[in-house]
């Protein structure tokens, strides 16, 4: 194994942020069997869902060349974050999440690999881009698999 970046995020890191997506997406889709019993990932751009982590990538939300650091977030302060994310949330309490990540350097997202190959340096993944719009038949996306891949929304 080769020698890690000074800008990687650690196992421990890349496995809470792994950990946070399954739970979000077991917390988004309920009543889905198959995501509550196995681990499945969702992109947190094109909202592409995989149970193969190699479908995915722990990116940093702001990249380091833009001033973005490393994940530090503790076990405890995770877990005050994943309670302040449940279903019932008011918008105070997601303010007050959102605030504390940015507070304390929480910068890990779960990205499909396309849509972090296409976000490369840049603040935002592009529109349009993303495994859901490309394999859309390997998407288990309820949502997706009900109403279909997503659609392209109108430009600005």
């Not at 739970?23 to 869902?49: G, M, N, W």
């Amino acid at each position: 194994m080769g020698k890690r970046r000074p800008d990687d995020f650690t196992t421990a890191q890349r496995r809470r942020a792994y950990a946070n997506n399954w739970e979000l997406l077991r917390r988004e889709f309920p009543d889905a069997i198959a995501i509550q019993k196995t681990p499945h990932y969702i992109c947190e751009s094109c909202h592409f869902v995989s149970a193969s982590k190699s479908d995915f990538n722990v990116d940093h939300v702001v990249a380091e060349v833009r001033g973005g650091g490393r994940n530090r977030v503790s076990k405890a302060t995770n877990e005050q974050l994943r309670e302040a994310q449940r279903i019932d949330a008011d918008a105070h309490e997601i303010d007050a999440a959102i605030a504390l990540l940015y507070r304390l350097g929480d910068n890990a997202s779960i990205l499909c690999t396309e849509c972090n190959n296409r976000k490369s340096d840049l603040l935002f993944v592009p529109d349009h881009c993303g495994l859901a719009y490309t394999r859309h038949t390997d998407d288990l996306n309820p949502r997706h698999m009900v109403e279909g891949p997503p659609r392209p929304g109108p430009r600005w």
